[in-house]
């Protein structure tokens, strides 16, 4: 086989199998000379939890000649994100950080990432060379400038035009009379890696989207213009526009609650597949039954049932390890499954309420399964079970779903947590009357 080929498909195993969730990579099996690459944009930042996709080109002299990168979150070619990402998709990169630096063999996917990655920094205008020490007053309005533009852009086409693209939604929340790509032969289906990625994610970050557009609307006026900063071209490579917070809120809410119902829709679709005994179907009766198995040899009371028989519909009852700060809870958690189950992953909600870093107000559950278990639903429910029960978590900011309970948690010092872990022994003792007998 092809040196550069063994290399590439490496390079993407391991990147797929490892911890970053910031970072996510795939290619069509038959091509894997062409990649598709997410980054999710660092926290605390104007790109915070924004979704940025690059196509990579990998020629046949890789490793000792660099791949072609090129960013395809641009708005079709009219959006300029960074001075070193232009709106035409070129990427303007320093390996190793230091600018006049060769490519090397040495370095790989994972660091042409990272090194992107670096690009979406806190403030990107000290990217553009001659800016990197500006400290003129003038500067410091055009830098508060560029991040206030960039945050909206960035919330309206990285994250709620690929969002409404996904879900097939207009920007007035109506459906759109796109052909749905399960009715288009293999050959016309779009090639879109990351579709579910983002859609669950989108639930993760949903509170931080809302509160950046709360920051925006108290810094700038609604059409405001943006400021055209001194790097950025007349009539192109540039990013213009007007503020519209507003408008963006409604657009999120929209997609909220196109996610809130997709659940549902794939109970309704279960159903019929349960009449059809389709494969996943099939499959998801059988490890309801090892797992249900596996709680009555237990050490710990758990339960499961299937909400009305319906595999695709899971209802686990956890009860909160003794000496633990869960001690004497009890939860119930909804697991909805999709008829195209593994490739659409679960989604997790927990429907008793509950005060956790790691759940976010409306009950979504922020865990990370084994990526090569991601068809064993036990290691999805372990890995749930192990993220509440985390006696020390580290902190990692790409986890934040609960805004509240992350500040007092890891922002609030040795009285912060003290609060923290009062406000979720609260919600314990709460969850014993609210459960539903």
Same mark, same amino acid.
């Given at each position: 086989?092809?040196?550069?080929?063994?290399?590439?498909? *490496?390079?993407?195993?391991? %990147?797929?199998?490892?911890?970053?969730?910031?970072?996510?990579?795939?290619?069509?099996?038959?091509?894997?000379?062409?990649?598709k690459?997410? %980054?999710?944009?660092?926290?605390?930042?104007?790109?915070?939890?924004?979704? =940025?996709? =690059?196509?990579?080109?990998?020629?046949?002299?890789?490793?000792?000649?660099? !791949?072609?990168?090129?960013?395809?979150?641009?708005?079709?070619?009219?959006?300029?994100?960074?001075?070193? $990402?232009?709106?035409?998709?070129?990427?303007?990169?320093?390996?190793?950080?230091?600018?006049?630096?060769?490519? &090397? &063999?040495?370095?790989? #996917?994972?660091?042409?990432? #990272? &090194?992107?990655?670096?690009?979406?920094?806190?403030?990107?205008?000290?990217?553009?060379?001659?800016?990197?020490?500006?400290?003129? /007053?003038?500067?410091?309005?055009?830098?508060?400038?560029?991040?206030?533009?960039?945050?909206? /852009?960035?919330?309206?086409?990285?994250?709620?035009?690929?969002?409404?693209?996904?879900?097939?939604?207009?920007?007035?929340?109506?459906?759109?009379?796109?052909?749905?790509?399960?009715?288009?032969?293999?050959?016309?289906?779009p090639?879109? @890696?990351?579709?579910?990625?983002?859609?669950?994610?989108?639930?993760?970050?949903?509170?931080?989207?809302?509160?950046?557009?709360?920051?925006? *609307?108290?810094?700038?006026?609604?059409?405001?213009?943006?400021?055209r900063?001194?790097?950025?071209? @007349?009539?192109?490579?540039?990013?213009?526009?007007?503020?519209?917070?507003p408008?963006?809120?409604?657009?999120?809410?929209?997609?909220?609650?196109?996610?809130?119902?997709?659940?549902?829709?794939?109970?309704? /679709?279960?159903?019929?597949?349960?009449?059809k005994?389709?494969t996943?179907?099939?499959?998801?009766?059988?490890?309801?039954?090892?797992?249900?198995?596996?709680? *009555?040899?237990?050490?710990?009371p758990?339960?499961?049932?299937?909400?009305?028989?319906?595999?695709?519909?899971?209802?686990?009852?956890?009860?909160?390890?003794?000496?633990?700060?869960?001690?004497?809870?009890?939860f119930?958690?909804?697991?909805?499954?999709?008829?195209?189950? !593994?490739?659409?992953?679960?989604?997790?909600?927990?429907e008793?309420?509950?005060?956790?870093?790691?759940?976010?107000?409306?009950?979504?559950?922020?865990?990370?399964?084994?990526?090569? *278990?991601?068809?064993? $639903?036990? &290691?999805?429910? /372990?890995?749930?079970i192990?993220?509440?029960?985390?006696d020390?978590?580290?902190?990692? @900011?790409?986890?934040?779903?609960?805004?509240?309970?992350?500040?007092?948690?890891?922002?609030?010092?040795?009285?912060?947590?003290?609060?923290?872990?009062?406000?979720?022994?609260?919600?314990?003792?709460?969850?014993?009357?609210?459960f539903?007998?």
């Open positions: 086989m092809d040196q550069s080929i063994i290399r590439i498909s *490496k390079e993407l195993s391991d %990147i797929q199998r490892g911890s970053d969730l910031a970072i996510a990579v795939a290619c069509r099996d038959i091509d894997v000379r062409n990649v690459a997410l %980054i999710v944009g660092p926290h605390e930042t104007p790109y915070e939890f924004g979704f =940025f996709e =690059f196509a990579v080109r990998f020629n046949r002299e890789y490793p000792s000649k660099a !791949p072609n990168v090129q960013c395809v979150t641009t708005n079709g070619g009219m959006c300029r994100f960074n001075p070193n $990402i232009y709106a035409n998709g070129k990427i303007c990169l320093t390996w190793r950080g230091e600018r006049g630096e060769e490519w &090397s &063999s040495a370095q790989g #996917l994972e660091s042409i990432l #990272l &090194s992107i990655q670096s690009l979406l920094s806190s403030n990107p205008y000290e990217n553009e060379p001659g800016f990197e020490d500006a400290n003129e /007053e003038s500067d410091k309005r055009m830098q508060k400038d560029y991040i206030q533009k960039i945050r909206h /852009e960035t919330l309206r086409i990285s994250v709620i035009q690929r969002l409404e693209g996904y879900l097939g939604l207009n920007a007035d929340g109506s459906k759109s009379n796109n052909v749905d790509s399960e009715e288009l032969d293999e050959t016309s289906v090639f879109e @890696p990351f579709k579910d990625l983002c859609k669950r994610r989108f639930l993760w970050y949903y509170e931080s989207y809302m509160t950046a557009i709360e920051k925006g *609307k108290s810094e700038v006026k609604e059409q405001q213009l943006f400021v900063m001194p790097f950025e071209a @007349p009539s192109s490579n540039t990013m213009d526009g007007r503020f519209n917070y408008e963006l809120e409604r657009r999120l809410k929209n997609i909220k609650a196109a996610l809130d119902g997709e659940p549902k829709q794939w109970a309704k /679709e279960g159903l019929a597949a349960l009449t005994e389709s996943v179907c099939v499959n998801l009766q059988h490890q309801y039954d090892q797992v249900s198995a596996s709680f *009555k040899r237990g050490d710990m758990h339960d499961v049932t299937l909400e009305g028989g319906n595999p695709f519909v899971w209802v686990i009852t956890y009860f909160g390890r003794p000496m633990t700060n869960l001690d004497g809870g009890l119930r958690v909804r697991m909805n499954f999709s008829p195209r189950f !593994p490739d659409e992953q679960p989604r997790v909600r927990f008793t309420k509950i005060f956790h870093h790691h759940v976010a107000e409306d009950g979504t559950a922020c865990y990370t399964a084994n990526p090569l *278990k991601r068809e064993d $639903i036990k &290691s999805h429910i /372990e890995a749930i192990s993220m509440l029960e985390e020390d978590p580290a902190y990692d @900011p790409r986890e934040i779903v609960n805004l509240e309970a992350t500040r007092m948690y890891w922002g609030g010092g040795a009285d912060g947590k003290k609060l923290y872990n009062r406000r979720l022994r609260r919600s314990v003792q709460q969850s014993m009357e609210d539903p007998e």
